[in-house]
């Protein structure tokens, strides 16, 4: 059976208030969603990027995917790459052939009337996941009841936060909000930061100093993810692990940045989908690193049950708060785990046509 189509839609869903990390302030989300169709079966994918996507996919990728083997998501997948070789493949054409990819692979499962998980050959049936949020432009208050909700409400073992914002006017802002997030969480839970690169070396190295002592275990990206030898010198200097590869389009750029961290970030939607992905996490096995899947959630719970050496899932605030506004079937972590539902073909979620209607951008 054959791809008979290919639709394309975009949503932009503003933030409850504006959003900043370390490095980016951000007012919305877009929300490209690619609906691929083999007889009366529709798979559904998407990627959180820019509208561009919709406009690459239509005039791009369609025609690659159109009338192939629904059954080949590879093959699909292969003429997409190619497709999009002069154009640059990295960014926008990474997230692109992501939402078609994932479009293709919820399709395949639908058509064998299969969980998804189960077509991609599951290791685990649950993934742990971690609360992310505790954004820089969080007050106190708000920054303290979201990680301890997390912990005590959802009964999430383990939160990240964001730091890193203002280091010049007030440096000592980061380690007041993270001794807050430690009272906030107490002691047993563990608590990681992101510092999304906003941080020098020498400020990355005096921060982990601070950071150790009050329990913290994950340093992620203490300088800009580009800076490999920064990455590599900041591991060797601190017992707290580095973590990155959240900007990683591809394979070869987890190869490069493996041997300068000690988790690896794939996002299965901007690294050209579930296809990819699975490879970006067998290049990190091949380094003996483990894989921490960045954010969308919905996207990754399913393949992150066949990746023998997946640590956990990042469990987005904001990504939850879209993906509930524009799907059904969005899953709820329960015991600190998400558990795809067996009963559901495919990932399990539906586009809410009308409820998105509002935010339709293309
Ligand atoms: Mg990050």
Redesign the pocket.
Known sequence: MNVDELRVSAFTIPTEEPES?GTLTWEATTVVVAEATAGDTTGLGFTYGAKACATLIDEKLGGTVVGHDAMDVPGAWSRMVAEVRNLGRPGIASHAIAAVDTALWDLKARLLEMPLFRLLGAVRDEVPVYGSGGFCSYSEQRLADQLGGWVHDQGIPRVKMKIAAGWGEDPGRDIKRVTLAREAIGSGAELMV?A?GGYTRKQAVAMARELAPLGVTWF??PVSSDDLDGLSEIRGLTELEIAAG?YGYDSWYFRRMAPHVDVL?PDVSRCMGITEWLRCAAVAASFNLEVSA?CAQSLHAHPACAVPNLRHL?YFHDHNRVDRILFDGVLEPHGGVLRPDPGRPGMGLELKRADAERYREI
Do not use: K, T, W
Request: aromatic share 0%.
């Open positions: 990390d992101d999304n992620e990206e959240e970030q960045h990042e």
